[in-house]
T-cell receptor
Framework: DSGVTQTPKHLITATGQRVTLRCSPRSGDLSVYWYQQSLDQGLQFLIQYYNGEERAKGNILERFSAQQFPDLHSELNLSSLELGDSALYFC???????????FGPGTRLTVT | GEDVEQSLFLSVREGDSSVINCTYTDSSSTYLYWYKQEPGAGLQLLTYIFSNMDMKQDQRLTVLLNKKDKHLSLRIADTQTGDSAIYFCAEISNSGYALNFGKGTSLLVTP
């Protein structure tokens, strides 16, 4: 158990809908990262927050957004969902910027 | 984009050593990581190596780093069936924050 929690574990929704994925980092970790894992693209970095502020952006679509709250948990919002958004979404946390990242169990999103 | 390269599949017999290879892209990467993903699970951090090291040993795991060739390897001694999983090599990306992953090597350990 990495200490990073993610909810829900599974999510099934229809195209065009909007969903919110939630992540709680390990106790003491200030950085939260979101990654998408799909069969064709592999593991892709989406976005990072550090202590409530956006720190870095990767291959995140404009339909996706995220935030980190004062209690350091983070939410990833996915809107206008398309079939191609079906993937595993992982959250990871670390103490600071360049340090070991610990991953949550992931949320499996299926868009039908 | 820049790709971290790994072979996709490796099969070994139980008790043998496994060697998983990786070629990374950024010569300025400060840390290089190995993660393990079991079916239906998240990524487990196995080990990492700092870029000024050539080798790191941690119980059954040995990491070798060749900076000149940008080559990283993970050796698992006395491989067990429980080691069957996908192994990902990762480097710190150019932004200095996010991990840049390879596509993963699927290790199958047969009795």
């Amino acid at each position: 158990d990495s200490g990073v929690t993610q909810t829900p574990k599974h999510l099934i929704t229809a195209t065009g809908q909007r969903v919110t994925l939630r992540c709680s980092p390990r106790s003491g970790d200030l950085s939260v990262y979101w990654y998408q894992q799909s069969l064709d693209q592999g593991l892709q970095f989406l976005i990072q927050y550090y202590n409530g502020e956006e720190r870095a952006k990767g291959n995140i679509l404009e339909r996706f957004s995220a935030q980190q709250f004062p209690d350091l948990h983070s939410e990833l919002n996915l809107s206008s969902l398309e079939l191609g958004d079906s993937a595993l979404y992982f959250c990871a946390s670390s103490v600071g910027g360049v340090s070991e990242q610990y991953f949550g169990p992931g949320t499996r999103l299926t868009v039908t | 984009g820049e790709d971290v390269e790994q072979s996709l599949f490796l099969s070994v017999r139980e008790g043998d050593s496994s060697v998983i290879n990786c070629t990374y892209t950024d010569s300025s990467s400060t840390y290089l990581y190995w993660y393990k993903q079991e079916p239906g699970a998240g990524l487990q951090l196995l080990t990492y190596i700092f870029s000024n090291m050539d080798m790191k040993q941690d119980q059954r795991l040995t990491v070798l780093l060749n900076k000149k060739d940008k080559h990283l390897s993970l050796r698992i001694a006395d491989t067990q069936t429980g080691d069957s999983a996908i192994y990902f090599c990762a480097e710190i990306s150019n932004s200095g924050y996010a991990l840049n992953f390879g596509k993963g090597t699927s290790l199958l350990v047969t009795p």
